[in-house]
């Protein structure tokens, strides 16, 4: 019997999306600490386009240009510039109606590698419902492509993207065959009922905690603060 | 506090064994369905040495040169070659004594990939306590290297990687800092009593099935099944 569900698959990092790239329609950006956070929050708030870079001299150079611009690097403000990728710095009305650009650690590099796949939407626990609604709608194959940490597994993207297939497969019309997705729906059931402990020891956690970022940890990791869902449309982020 | 406890980490492919290299004394290489379990064996019952060889190439000269060679693809025997990497077929009185010759699509790559590590050894479920007793003693920053599949992350690898690690941070004399070990930790706690059910949706099993070698998965997931550590010295495996 031919198999008519679409799929829906996890890809741990940017370095290895080049293995599933291909196959997939619609591409999930996830980088939940905090990038792809920081940036439905920013839609929810009225900001009405975000163009990621990848790199600071992509960032300098809008700088220069007068954009506002943000660029976080290991969990910092990059100095010179004025923000980076906490939530918390874009609930604020001078970002409203505003084209701002944004390169961060992980999350905007993801974006770029993702770039040329047919759709590029940008997820989080944030949007997590409003999200899967609509890709379950869209019935096309699904990549959910972590960001993880300097090319490296990340605990908190894998478990968001766990979230994510669990509700797509438990409509019927989705399956995983990659382990690396069975693996992330298994680590999601763990963890969905706690994820603040579930994630305590994790790397990233460890090191925004010892930044002092616990206020964004405990935003990052509280699934549906909102309902927008950010899409790249030339180079550009806009509200779905 | 400096912290004195040694490292044991877990990278999920050959691919990204560049990420940790420097840091790890040890190098734990797995490939549970089947490489790995299967050179277990092949010590257990009497195997002098085996040269893991990656290419086909390699395995064929050795062919001409008169050894004992065995080559698998996907799963399956190479045509022209004797044996594969199944478990059974090293239980045989024709090994006994001698040097063997080994490729295989994921393990052998691996092995390949760590060899330059100070010290290589075979893990496996089937040598899971004999192996981190051993692992203890040594304790030294210790890296397993799951072999995965063509390169993606796969879940049998990743669980006996978790059964390892479990096992040292277990004495207070070892820690894991990557989220990919501590993921592994989880995956590992889920799965230990019913490694057979909770690989049963996993690629590789439906793979193996789908080949008719039931009874080669049933032996690869069971623990303990010998004591011996195979090791890497100069190109060539033998019995520690």
Chains 1, 2 share one sequence.
Not at 31 to 59: H, M, N, Q, W
Not at 70 to 95: C, L, T, W
Request: glycine fraction near 6%; hydrophobic fraction near 35%; include cysteine.
């Amino acid at each position: 019997m031919e198999e008519k569900r679409k799929r829906v698959e996890v890809c741990y990092t940017p370095g290895e999306y080049h293995y599933f790239k291909d196959e997939f329609e619609i591409v999930v950006v996830i980088d939940v600490l905090r990038a792809t956070t920081a940036i439905c929050v920013a839609f929810e708030y009225g900001i009405k386009s975000i163009i990621p870079v990848p790199t600071l001299e992509d960032a300098l150079e809008y700088k220069k240009k007068g954009y506002l611009v943000g660029a976080e690097r290991k969990g910092q403000i990059v100095e010179g510039f004025d923000f980076g990728n906490s939530p918390y710095s874009y609930m604020k009305d001078e970002f409203r109606g505003k084209d701002v650009v944004l390169t961060t650690t992980n999350g905007t590099k993801s974006i770029a590698v993702a770039k040329d796949a047919d759709t590029v939407v940008i997820g989080a626990l944030a949007n997590l419902d409003a999200l899967t609604e609509w890709l379950i709608k869209q019935n096309k194959n699904t990549l959910c492509l972590c960001s993880g940490w300097q090319d490296k597994f990340n605990l908190e993207d894998t478990i968001c993207a766990g979230a994510i297939s669990d509700a797509l497969i438990n409509t019927g019309d989705f399956t995983s065959v990659e382990d690396s997705s069975i693996a992330a729906k298994y680590l999601y059931l763990s963890a969905k009922d706690n994820y603040m402990g579930y994630l305590k020891s994790s790397s990233h956690r460890r090191r925004l905690k010892n930044l002092n970022l616990n206020e964004d940890i405990k935003y990052c990791l509280t699934p549906n603060k909102t309902s927008v869902i950010p899409i790249l449309k030339d180079g550009k982020l806009t509200k779905l």
